[in-house]
């Protein structure tokens, strides 16, 4: 960008947006700050999702940067475009995951369609990840900082939204980021990074789910079909998971940790089993659709490429077929672990992330 320009930034009251927000201004740009209410938590309990703070801390990096702070109220937005979204999986059985919608369709999609009817030339957010253009079109790359990379959020963008996105953050550390908040003061240059969702609250998910969904009770059974305990409800488990299953102690079974192998619906029966390494649990074809590519769709399959089903995953050698229109099947060339209907996999070459789609 070589004149300043009007970017607005996602201030979420945390240390990155914070610092993204400065980075900006010190580039000379017209900055204003925007905190997006999504979700309305006037029912909640604020120690779960603390928005009041989020918000003061928010303004008071704007006040300390001297800019602009507007807060917008896209709750109406996400409940249709993601949260329905969201009870409409869990009913299916799957595990979707919110943040990875929410980026496509509120901070990349009605937070930047707010931008515009401002007048703001981008929109910017604390992700750490990198857009750059190569050849007219936009290409999402992994963060410098690996152990922070958040590309496999940001996997649904397309070339309109990355057009007009900004991510100042991508080239550096979180320690450098952590690091720049202190030299500059910022009250929140120590704040913990959030995890879990927001409007759940990782402590009472059981509790919210069934708030808007029927959980109905069955048996835990083995892979032979033994019955073992029971469950409180399909919607509360996902593949891999060991906690909460509450059926330890078996007679004349030997003592070993269980863990949810998959989920039978029509029978309403959790399928269990014992031991983290249960070859019940891995796999090395998934299926995928709802595929979506951050640039142009390859040409050829089959393709050789990398891809992760997890967040915190290394990228793992794969290869994808083309099986049907939208349908994709992936062989790893190992097995992975606890794969999850309704979790996204993404689709990496080196540092581009080229996409990805809903496991199946």
């Known amino acids: 960008m070589s004149s300043p320009k009007h970017i607005i930034v996602g201030m979420s009251g945390g240390v990155d947006s914070s610092v993204a927000a400065l980075l900006l201004k010190e580039q000379g740009h017209r900055v204003t700050g925007v905190f997006m209410k999504n979700w309305e938590e006037e029912e909640m309990d604020p120690s779960y999702c603390p928005a009041s703070k989020d918000m003061a801390d928010a303004q008071a990096v704007c006040d300390q940067l001297g800019i602009e702070l507007h807060r917008i109220n896209f709750s109406a937005e996400y409940w249709e475009r993601v949260f329905t979204h969201f009870l409409q999986e869990y009913q299916r059985g799957r595990t979707p995951n919110p943040d990875i919608l929410c980026n496509k369709e509120i901070k990349f999609k009605a937070f930047l369609d707010y931008a515009k009817q401002q007048g703001a030339d981008y929109i910017a957010t604390g992700h750490y ?7 007219g079109k936009f290409q999402l790359l992994k963060g410098v900082d690996t152990s922070k990379d958040q590309s496999y959020f940001l996997y649904l963008l397309n ?15 979180k320690q450098t980021v952590r690091h720049i908040a202190h030299q500059v003061k910022f009250k929140n240059h120590a704040k913990k990074d959030s995890t ?5 609250g990782e402590r009472k998910f059981k ?11 069955g048996d835990i059974i083995t892979s032979e079909g033994k019955v073992i305990g029971r469950h409180e409800g ?3 488990y996902t593949i891999g998971q060991r906690q909460g299953l509450k059926i330890g102690g078996q007679k004349n079974v030997p003592e070993a940790p269980w863990y949810v192998a998959a989920k039978n619906l029509t029978k309403n ?9 249960h070859p019940l649990l891995y796999t090395q074809t998934l299926l995928t659709n709802q595929v979506h590519w951050v640039n142009a769709r390859p040409q050829i399959f089959p393709l050789k490429i990398y891809a992760k089903t997890r967040y915190r995953q290394a990228d793992q050698a794969c290869m994808i077929h083309c099986i049907d229109e939208g349908l994709y ?27 990805g789609g809903i496991i199946i």
């Open 129 to 135: 990840a990198r857009i750059v253009q190569q050849e």
């Open 159 to 173: 070339q309109a939204q990355l057009a007009h996105s900004l991510l100042p953050l991508g080239a550096l550390t």
């Open 196 to 200: 879990g969702i927001c409007f759940i």
């Open 207 to 217: 509790k919210f789910l069934s708030d808007y969904l029927p959980a109905q009770p």
């Open 234 to 236: 399909l919607i509360f």
């Open 269 to 277: 029966t959790l399928i269990v089993v014992q031991g983290h390494d």
């Open 329 to 355: 099947r992936i062989d790893f060339a190992e097995p992975q672990r606890a794969i999850t209907p309704g979790q996204s996999v993404v689709f990496y070459a080196d540092n581009a992330c080229l996409g």
